[in-house]
């Protein structure tokens, strides 16, 4: 990997960056690869990653429609914890904050994952009897949390409307001091320009538009650059999910909305950690530059559209008011939705298709980039031996024949 002294990185200023080199090749597509990858995203380059660096398959493509990152990746709002409430659940989720706390080591990319902690509001009695239980649940999977009341939320968030006759009163939070927020898209750099190094080929500007298949097995990819053959394709494509499967012949029980967030001006730091109401339906961090992050609930109307609706937009805004009212006169810079895929129990599929080499990693919803390095590793796994890794068994497609699900309404945090 290159490196730069002082004097070349002065060099490179004065002369425009002509001189950096690309963190990834501009690959050409082949006519065919051990395994595709269809996504860019965090999830499909972490896929790729840990296919070359742990299986040793470096015969691996990675197709992006647009540009990496620029999907769901790009548009989230980087909150990292593992706080979910079943065992299954708290497995997938604590393997991937494991490696998030070892990625900008592992990567030698600088991904800005800050431990500041999250803190999940209760309102009501009921909120406060299933933080206990899901704080509970946390510590016997060995993942930290702490049940706070009024007053340790008030600690940590000094200006916090506390008061009594709110609308929603907060009478507590369950708060993991281990979770907090990186930056998203040096998360799909980094992944991206690791798998290059280590021989991945990464397609961007090239769409999948069909799966091919004879006598019920994949055999390739039909693209906006011509057909391209693999042994086994993974389809990790957040919001998109039933449009793949379509072209595959087969039907996820999955719906896509939009879910939408916004930016505030810059502030002085006011906010070290990360506050989320499920109630209220709102949440907010500050970034590293200073602006409030926000967002809230997906929005009820199904689409591939990626903004929202004005009156969810209202409504989170007010909660954000009636929550810190000092944030009353602030000022919003960007606005912007991205599609999550929503199943109906909150958690993601990851697994076999009824097309034998065809695997999807899907359905994470409004809650997937926390999970991005562990979704990446047993996707990994899955595709290089055929099977799931013993952590996405439990995420299979058949768990909607099944009825093993695995509910995470109450974790997700995000209305849906
Ligand atoms: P993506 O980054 O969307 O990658 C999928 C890629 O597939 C895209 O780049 C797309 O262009 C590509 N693609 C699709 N179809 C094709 C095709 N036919 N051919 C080729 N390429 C194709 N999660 C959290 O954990 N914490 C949060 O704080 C959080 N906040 C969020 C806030 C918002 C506003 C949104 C929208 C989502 C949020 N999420 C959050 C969810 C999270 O963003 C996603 O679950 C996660 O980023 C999914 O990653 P991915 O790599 O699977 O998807
Ligand atoms: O899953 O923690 C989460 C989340 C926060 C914002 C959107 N999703």
């Given at each position: ?69 620029g999907?769901?990746t ?14 299954a ?25 800050s ?23 946390n ?26 006759d ?13 979770a ?43 693209t906006?650059?011509?057909l ?38 810059p ?6 950690t ?28 199904t ?29 919003m ?9 929503t ?5 993601p ?9 065809l695997?999807?990693?899907?359905g ?7 999970a ?33 699900l ?11």
């Amino acid at each position: 990997m290159q490196k730069y002294s002082i004097m070349s990185l002065a060099r490179q200023a004065l002369n425009g960056h002509r001189g950096w080199q690309p963190a990834w090749r501009e690959a050409e597509p082949k006519r065919r690869y051990q395994v595709i990858v269809i996504g860019g995203g965090g999830h499909g380059l972490a896929t790729a990653y840990y296919l070359a660096r742990v299986h040793g398959i470096t015969d691996v493509a990675v197709i992006e429609k647009g540009w990496i990152g620029g999907g769901n990746t790009g548009r989230n709002t980087t909150i990292v914890r593992s706080n979910y409430l079943w065992d299954a659940s708290a497995a997938l989720y604590e393997k991937s904050l494991q490696l998030w706390e070892g990625l900008s080591q592992d990567l030698n990319y600088n991904v800005m994952f800050s431990q500041r902690g999250v803190l999940n509001l209760g309102h009501t009695l009921q909120d406060m009897r299933d933080i206990r239980r899901r704080v509970n649940a946390n510590r016997l999977n060995g993942i930290d949390g702490e049940v706070l009341d009024t007053q340790g939320v008030k600690r940590l968030v000094p200006f916090i409307n506390t008061s009594p006759d709110a609308r929603y009163p907060v009478l507590g939070a369950s708060w993991q001091p281990r979770a907090g927020i990186a930056r998203h898209d040096a998360v799909a750099w980094a992944y991206a320009r690791a798998a290059d190094a280590l021989g991945v080929d990464i397609i961007e500007n090239c769409e999948v538009t069909g799966i091919r298949r004879d006598s019920g097995r994949v055999t390739g990819v039909e693209t906006s650059r011509g057909l391209i053959e693999a042994d086994r394709v993974g389809a990790v494509v957040s919001g998109h999910a039933g449009v793949l499967a379509d072209m595959a012949g087969f039907r996820l029980p999955l719906e896509s909305h939009p879910l939408q967030a916004l930016v505030s001006e810059p502030l002085k730091p006011i906010l070290d950690t990360v506050v989320m109401s499920n109630a209220v339906h709102v949440y907010v961090s500050q970034s590293d530059k200073g602006e409030l992050v926000i967002g809230a609930g997906i929005d009820a109307y199904t689409g591939y559209g990626n903004r929202g609706s004005f009156r969810t937009l209202e409504e989170f805004l007010a909660a954000l008011i009636e929550l810190y009212p000092i944030f009353s006169r602030l000022r919003m810079l960007r606005h912007w939705g991205g599609i999550v895929d929503t199943a109906p129990d909150a958690s993601p599929i990851i697994g076999r298709t009824p097309v034998d080499g065809l695997f999807f990693n899907v359905g994470w919803g409004t809650g997937g980039f926390k999970a991005t390095p562990g979704s990446g590793w047993v996707f990994a796994h899955t595709l290089a031996t055929g099977q799931p890794h013993d952590i996405n068994a439990p995420f299979s497609l058949e768990r909607f024949h099944s009825g093993a699900l695995v509910d995470e309404h109450g974790a997700a945090a995000v209305a849906h």
